[in-house]
Nanobody
Framework: QVQLVESGGGLVQPGGSLRLSCAASRAITSVFWGYDMGWYRQAPGKQRELVALLTSDGITTYADSVKGRFTISKNNSRKMAYLQMVSLKPEDTAVYFC?????????WGQGTQVTVSS
């Protein structure tokens, strides 16, 4: 079973940057390349929403609200996924969750808090 662990969240001022990381422990390196990796977020009182998705074929999808500001990437050899966030806005405040879709199922991390505030 794949275990996902996020890190990199925190408090940042508007206009600032953060990079979230997601480590896929217990994943076999040779098959991690086949995982679709994504980031979702959930703000208080709102539903969880897709932020960015990166398929194993290298196709990316972004929420309209983050296009041009967020970048998803993946390092297969390190079994890591990343979300680079720049020009952060207060409305980006949420718990961010790492997501993996594999041939054996879908998995979620426990989430990391991102707070954008002055």
């Amino acid at each position: 079973q794949v275990q996902l662990v996020e890190s990199g969240g925190g408090l940042v001022q508007p206009g600032g940057s953060l990079r979230l990381s997601c480590a896929a422990s217990r994943a076999i390196t040779s098959v991690f390349w086949g995982y679709d990796m994504g980031w979702y977020r959930q703000a208080p009182g709102k539903q969880r929403e897709l932020v960015a998705l990166l398929t194993s074929d290298g196709i990316t999808t972004y929420a309209d609200s983050v296009k041009g500001r967020f970048t998803i990437s993946k390092n297969n050899s390190r079994k890591m996924a990343y979300l680079q966030m720049v020009s952060l806005k207060p409305e980006d405040t949420a718990v961010y969750f790492c997501y993996a879709h594999t041939s054996s199922g879908s998995y979620w991390g426990q989430g990391t808090q991102v707070t954008v505030s002055s």
